[in-house]
């Protein structure tokens, strides 16, 4: 099960912090990403995290604004977002991924993001 928080309504330019508490697996194993969608548009990947979380990978549009980290000893991933644009407003989750064949397992039920501009 993963349950994200952490969303709400900020202002251009400020920071929230999404948090990803995991259960039910062996966390430190697994890949875990991070994916929106906004108002009408197709769900879209934002960022991944290894599972000793020593290497991210992130899409180009949040780079050096969107930071993943995460506590393998809370199971817990992270999205630390800076200086947001109104673009950035969506509905975030977090993903596991099982195997290294690139497909998302599991997935959280989301928590809107709201930049106002």
């Known amino acids: 099960q993963l349950v994200e928080s952490g969303g709400g309504l900020v202002q251009a330019g400020g920071s929230l912090r999404l948090s990803c508490a995991a259960s039910?697996?062996?966390?430190?194993?697994?890949?875990m990403g991070w994916f929106r969608q906004a108002p009408g548009k197709e769900r879209e990947f934002v960022g991944r995290?290894?599972?000793?979380?020593?290497?991210?990978y992130y899409v180009d549009s949040v780079k050096g604004r969107f930071t993943i980290s995460r506590d393998n000893a809370k199971n817990t991933v992270y999205l630390q977002m800076n200086s947001l644009k109104p673009e950035d407003t969506a509905v975030y989750y977090c993903?596991?991924?099982?195997?290294?064949?690139?497909?998302?397992?599991?997935w959280g039920q989301g928590t809107l993001v709201t930049v106002s501009s």
């Open positions: 993903a596991v991924r099982l195997s290294a064949s690139g497909k998302y397992n599991y």
């Open positions: 039910g697996l062996t966390f430190s194993m697994y890949v």
């Open positions: 995290i290894s599972g000793s979380g020593d290497s991210t």
